[in-house]
DNA sequence: CCAAGTTTCGGAAACGGTTGTCATTATAGT
DNA sequence: ACTATAATGACAACCGTTTCCGAAACTTGG
């Protein structure tokens, strides 16, 4: 029983309580930030395995990965379907954004100048409502 | 006389081989990749000064910066007016998409979920047509 | 032209997020 | 349980970038 059927590996205590961990925010958190929370609910799990878990999770479609401008990465656990993010700049609560329009827009500009296989990087950051409403610039 | 008033600081010789260099090409080439150039045709300047310069020149919008997934900077003097980029993912060969209509939909689709002072990071990447010429995927 | 003041240079060291190493530990099929 | 195999985690390495700071190069006043 309990077979690993998900490609994923196996179902370790550290990586149930990532997971776990991600299921409970709307929020972008850095793997630093959600290793500090595990500790601080009294997991004990180590830096690297965190990194590892992120990375097979965003391997597998899992969860979705953004840049900030300083270069760290963001991981949130989003729906199905392809998207973009709205992310508050300073709470990093995020909304998602449809993405089939500007995928197609992005697919007919590259026609038009002969460039083929494209992709594209596209994320909001904003102000959300709460956090405008508290002052935050 | 000969007085700065460019906000860029002096003419020095290092600084006016920088510029110089990024108005040779159509590509995004990163510090390191311009500090070696600088290096190979014998021009004596140190990797913090090329980091530097870059980073005055793109303070003061002489240069666009985009970030490459590796987490590297690549430069290149673009035309007047906000824009997008087109690049090759092979030879970093750019082309200049304007911005207005992407903009236009990222302040609209922001304000609908209550998100003020948006910005947007939007970059294209494919393979241009020579390189796909060439067999490259 | 000279001296004093200011800016820039550049090698070396620090930085920060991320990834690799590898001996130890946990998992899952039998 | 037993064993083969995968995962863990403390630590070190990595890599592009930034900071430090003494030396060198400009600029300005006399
Ligand atoms: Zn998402
Ligand atoms: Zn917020
Ligand atoms: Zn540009
Ligand atoms: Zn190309």
Redesign the pocket.
């Known amino acids: 029983?309990?077979?690993?059927a998900h490609g994923?590996?196996?179902?370790?205590?550290?990586?149930l309580q990532v997971t776990a961990l991600l299921e409970e925010t709307d929020e972008f958190r850095?793997?630093?930030r959600l290793h500090e929370m595990l500790r601080a609910r009294g997991v004990?799990?180590?830096?690297?395995?965190?990194?590892?878990?992120?990375?097979?999770l965003s391997d597998a479609g899992e969860v979705d990965v953004i840049?900030l401008p300083?270069?760290?990465?963001?991981y949130r656990r989003c729906g199905a379907g392809r998207h973009h993010h709205l992310v508050c700049r300073h709470c990093a609560r995020t909304v998602e954004i449809p993405g089939p329009g500007v995928e197609q827009w992005a697919r007919r500009i590259a026609r038009q100048h002969g460039y083929v296989d494209v992709a594209q990087t596209l994320e909001l950051f904003g102000t959300c409502a709460d956090c405008a409403a508290q002052g935050r610039t």
Not at 1 to 4: G, T, V
Not at 70 to 74: A, I, K, T, W
Request: glycine residues 8%; proline residues 3%.
């Open positions: 029983m309990a077979e690993e994923l590996g196996r179902h370790t205590r550290q990586r850095s793997a630093q004990p799990v180590g830096l690297t395995t965190v990194y590892r878990t992120l990375q097979i840049r300083s270069g760290e990465h963001l």
